[in-house]
């Protein structure tokens, strides 16, 4: 039963999404702008090589952009009603979080699928093929935090006043280990140096942020969805 509540409440979801483009436009549009910014903002001379800020600009770049989805999560359950039928139904709490986290993660993964080629094009200078499934394993485990988080924080501001200032607030800040952890395993990954330190331990530490916020969440989000 489990199984089923999860994939039709995901199903909603995607299918709501691709009808509306809403959440998928928005963070395209950001996450283009900010390329763009950043391109201009850091290229003053052709010669300069931007490889030792990529991870920064990259990883800053999609947190922002998840925020605006993030934001957009639960904004039609809370401002259409439908939280209370959806808590009405006999599903667990719990499915609808990783229901929900899902959606975010697929999300936030269609659009690095586009933006990340791009971005190798302007500001990548060495090839990191031969590491490619270490920086898809970065990206998996750094998207798992950012939307376990922003999932729970997202359930939890929905019911303030201030949803939209109040979760940038709370989110940005305990998202910073995420962000220190993917933007020196990415950038040692995009330049092929070993000074950021060595990448099993990052990678160890953001999967230990991925299982703390997801027993997080397990834990307390009948409290978290019910206030």
């Keep these: 039963m489990g199984g089923r509540q999860f994939v039709a409440i995901l199903r909603k979801d995607l299918i709501r ?20 910014i950043f391109h201009y903002a850091f290229t003053v001379k052709e010669s300069v090589d931007l490889t030792y800020f990529t991870g ?13 989805g993030l934001n ?39 659009i690095q699928a586009v933006a990340i080629p791009v971005f190798t094009v302007f500001f990548v200078k060495h090839g990191y093929y031969g590491r490619l499934p270490s920086f898809l394993l970065v990206v998996l ?30 989110f940005l800040p305990l998202i910073v280990p995420v962000l220190i952890a993917a933007t ?5 990954i995009f ?15 953001l999967a230990m942020f991925d299982i703390i916020f997801m027993v997080a969440a397990y834990g307390t989000y009948d409290f978290a969805i019910g206030e």
């Design 17 to 36: 999404e691709l009808r509306t483009k809403e959440m998928l436009i928005s963070m395209f549009l950001f996450v283009m702008l900010a390329m763009v």
């Design 184 to 188: 020196s395993a990415t950038t040692a």
């Design 72 to 110: 957009r999560s639960f904004a039609q359950e809370k401002d259409e009603n439908c939280l209370d039928g959806l808590l009405l139904c006999p599903v667990d709490r719990v499915t609808i979080f990783f229901a929900k986290m899902t959606g975010n993660l697929i999300f936030l993964a269609i």
């Design 141 to 170: 485990l750094a998207d798992l935090g950012i939307c376990a988080l922003g999932t729970l924080l997202a359930t939890i501001s929905m019911n303030t006043r201030a949803r939209d200032l109040l979760l940038p607030i709370v």
């Design 191 to 205: 330049s092929g140096g070993s000074e950021f330190g060595p990448l099993g331990a990052k990678l160890v530490f």
């Design 56 to 68: 920064g600009m990259l990883w800053v770049t999609f947190i922002f952009a998840a925020l605006l």
